[in-house]
């Protein structure tokens, strides 16, 4: 199936809000292999003046993830997870993501096209605060699977 060009700038909204806990930044940041103790030890975030753990930058990812996974499920968008790779992914920030945020995410589609015979799409997804403030946007590039054979 290709990708759907009706779908561009359509609106792809995460079900619920995403909660930032200590348990998943410091997971996140173990994963990663970052010691950082802002990461860590909310004594040290504190006293680095912010008011819990950071997350690590590519923690958005994860938030994101929540609002593109509703992308890649749509039947109508002609994405299929299966086989789907990053080829890139951006991040820009207003603010530091940390414990204790809960965020919102939507993802929109702002291209497709097809590179080395696969389909490829870019999206936009802008993560907000419980406030609405802005807190990051990231672009992310998928390719779709390889064609298969014959």
Known sequence: MALNRACLDRVF?????FLVTRAAVRAFAAAIGDP???YHD????????????????????LVAGEAYWQ??????????PEGTVHLAQW????RALRAGDELAAEAVPEAMDRQAGRD????????????GGRVATVRT?????APGPG
């Open 120 to 131: 490829r799409v870019v999206f936009r997804t802008t993560i907000d605060d419980a406030r």
């Open 42 to 61: 909310p004594v040290a975030a504190r006293a680095a003046g912010h008011p819990d753990l950071l997350a690590p930058p590519t923690f958005a990812a």
């Open 36 to 38: 950082n103790p802002l």
């Open 13 to 17: 909204a995460a079900p619920e809000p």
């Open 141 to 145: 590039t998928l390719l779709g699977p």
């Open 91 to 94: 991040f820009g920030f207003e």
């Open 71 to 80: 992308l890649l499920t749509d039947p109508e968008f002609g994405l299929p």
